[in-house]
T-cell receptor, first 113, second 115 residues
């Protein structure tokens, strides 16, 4: 069974550009989470989807970040326009139910220059 | 609010020596606790989890952790380090708020195993 997959694995963009990250959860997992790790710091929660609905987006840094999960399958996280402080590793995770462990993808390393 | 503290951002041990990675948590409710590992160029992999059953939890690759409520700790141990254990380890507590079970992570401990 395929795990959580994220695309791309690396992205280097210039400040002011737009980047879209994609996450394909494990099939059948209704819960999808986005996390971010800024260099050397802890991994921080961004938001949580249950199917296509945003359950909790309290961790989203600002309105330059837009997450979607149309149809309740894969999810995208768009950053527009990107700023230098957006650099970091973005992790996606999915779980079958809310209180079971989450399975993480390999992350997307975003570098804004 | 919940929080996690991992003591030591870098830990070095000799091959065959005991591995001890420290994690202390803060939680106002009974916690669910997790250890994840990230090997180079890979995602986060669950090592083990505590969900209010046995306080000594055994995980993959010979790792185990003991939940100690009185000390608010969940330290990760392995009796004998192997070169392949070199990775970054994350302790996490799950926080259930408004139906979301999100993780609160520590800052991570990078384990180096010396030959």
């Amino acid at each position: 069974e395929a795990g959580v997959t994220q695309f791309p694995s690396h992205s280097v963009i210039e400040k002011g550009q737009t980047v879209t990250l994609r996450c394909d959860p494990i099939s059948g997992h209704d819960n999808l989470y986005w996390y971010r790790r800024v260099m050397g710091k802890e991994i921080k929660f961004l938001l949580h989807f249950v199917k296509e609905s945003k359950q909790d987006e309290s961790g989203m840094p600002n309105n330059r970040f837009l997450a979607e999960r149309t149809g309740g399958t894969y999810s995208t996280l768009k950053v527009q326009p990107a700023e230098l402080e957006d650099s970091g590793v973005y992790f996606c995770a999915s779980s079958q139910s809310r209180n079971t462990e989450a399975f993480f993808g390999q992350g997307t390393r975003l570098t804004v220059v | 609010a919940q929080s996690v503290t991992q003591l030591g951002s870098h830990v070095s041990v000799s091959e065959g020596a005991l591995v001890l990675l420290r994690c202390n948590y803060s939680s106002s409710v009974p916690p669910y606790l997790f250890w994840y590992v990230q090997y180079p160029n890979q995602g986060l992999q669950l090592l083990l989890k505590y969900t209010s059953a046995a306080t000594l939890v055994k995980g993959i690759n010979g790792f185990e952790a003991e939940f100690k409520k009185s000390e608010t700790s969940f330290h990760l141990t392995k009796p004998s380090a192997h070169m392949s254990d070199a990775a970054e380890y994350f302790c996490a507590v799950s926080e259930a708020t408004s139906g979301t079970y999100k993780y609160i992570f520590g800052t991570g401990t990078r384990l180096k195993v010396l030959a």
